[in-house]
């Protein structure tokens, strides 16, 4: 992405929000999965490097090329669904799921062991590369606390009616998930829990909402800070109406650590995008193509391989809320995708974590909740349900059977 284009985008944000104008999804979905098609979202159309405000469709290519040397169906229209095109050079989007940073150490102090589990640090499957821990969740199924990642993250989970890409598992349900990641020094005895569930993707060309997982994890052992974000209490879900384009964001990602800087800003929060997911081979087999997902940019590098995972933060009204899920990105990093979070909990099953904790009738006699130690004084046969204020150091019974443990 040259300059010209970061200068288009600031001036986007200024005079069009796709979101309340009119559905790109609908009318683009065929034209995305052409070769060498990037991205599609709504913005205003230049011509001659004048900004006319006339609402359009941008198709990102990764390199304009000659009409001539194009197949018929191989042509963007000039106009898609009655609304006009403007097309651009837009850098192909990968899935971040495997570290490639610098040298000698690309991610301190983010790739080191952490007890507790907290959002911006590396995990990584039995077998895999590095990805990031979004944040500490509840699953609504059960409301037990679980990690949220990306599903590349933990085994990558294709749906088999489709195309079956050329790695993969039809389930990764039970995998055993690493903190830090083998790559960053892990190994069996840094096992902090097991896929619990994944959203399947499907390959070739249908949509595609998120990429999202949940790890199951122990009650001690989660904490609902970010790294380096430090905010002392939950993080709560936002949706699309709680924020405008041009929202500053911050993630805490594996390989980058804390972002900004440099200064990030969300471009997009409908666009549609083809992401590679290969390892060296390309094509259709490969590709996965999500909607309504939220772009973010910035002028330099703000995200890299092995931030998979990260949650994408925005400070609306003087508190931090999670608005998405990293997943992906240019070779450049300046240029990232993040599924809506609100699209997460749907999908997946999850909600934000208030500091409401359910904790199983097997646990262990004695346990540590936010620094305190917890005594099991009688049995039940019911989950414990112990709450924890946003100051973390204050605690009140929400269950009869609470009264089960004692601090």
Wanted: aromatic fraction near 8%; hydrophobic fraction near 35%; proline fraction near 5%.
């Amino acid at each position: 992405m040259d300059g010209n284009m970061l200068e288009y985008n600031i001036a986007m944000h200024k005079k069009y929000d796709s979101h309340e104008s009119f559905c790109v999804n609908k009318h683009v979905h065929e034209y995305v999965n052409k070769p060498n098609v990037t991205v599609a979202f709504a913005g205003t159309k230049y011509v001659n490097g004048k900004d006319t405000g006339m609402p359009c469709i941008i198709v990102g290519v990764e390199s304009k090329m000659n009409v001539g040397d194009l197949k018929n169906d191989d042509l963007i229209p000039e106009f898609i669904g009655g609304v006009p095109t403007d097309i651009i050079v837009f850098p192909k989007i990968h899935s971040m799921g495997t570290c490639v940073g610098a040298t000698p150490n690309p991610c301190p102090p983010h790739d080191e062991k952490y007890r507790p589990l907290v959002g911006g640090i590396s995990i990584g499957e039995w077998y895999g590369g590095s990805c990031t821990l979004g944040a500490v969740v509840r699953d609504s199924t059960d409301q037990r606390l679980v990690a949220l990642t990306n599903n590349h993250c933990v085994g990558l989970q294709y749906d088999k009616a489709h195309y079956i890409p050329t790695y993969g598992l039809p389930s990764v349900v039970g995998g055993k998930m690493l903190q830090p990641s083998l790559g960053d020094g892990g190994s069996s005895e840094n096992i902090f829990g097991l896929v619990k569930r994944a959203k399947a993707m499907k390959f070739g060309g249908a949509d595609n909402a998120v990429d999202a997982a949940v790890v199951s994890i122990a009650v001690h052992e989660s904490w609902f800070s970010v790294l380096e974000v430090n905010e002392l209490r939950p993080y709560p879900f936002a949706l699309k109406t709680d924020y405008a384009l041009g929202q500053e964001v911050i993630k805490s990602g594996r390989t980058t650590g804390i972002i900004p800087p440099p200064v990030t800003t969300v471009l997009d929060k409908n666009a549609t995008v083809r992401v590679d997911y290969s390892r060296g081979e390309g094509g259709i087999q490969n590709s996965a193509t999500f909607t309504n997902q939220i772009l973010y940019t910035a002028a330099s590098r703000m995200t890299n391989s092995g931030d998979s995972g990260s949650s994408v933060l925005a400070n609306i009204g003087g508190r931090h809320f999670i608005i998405g899920l990293n997943f992906a990105g240019d070779a450049d990093g300046i240029v990232g995708v993040a599924c809506p979070i609100e699209d997460v909990a749907s999908e997946l099953g999850i909600e934000e974590w208030d500091g409401n904790i359910v904790v199983p009738s097997t646990a262990e006699n004695d346990i540590w909740l936010f620094n305190r130690r917890y005594v099991r004084v009688g049995e039940t046969s019911d989950p414990v349900t112990h709450y924890v204020g946003e100051s973390s150091s204050s605690s009140s019974s929400s269950s009869s059977s609470s009264s089960s443990y004692v601090p």
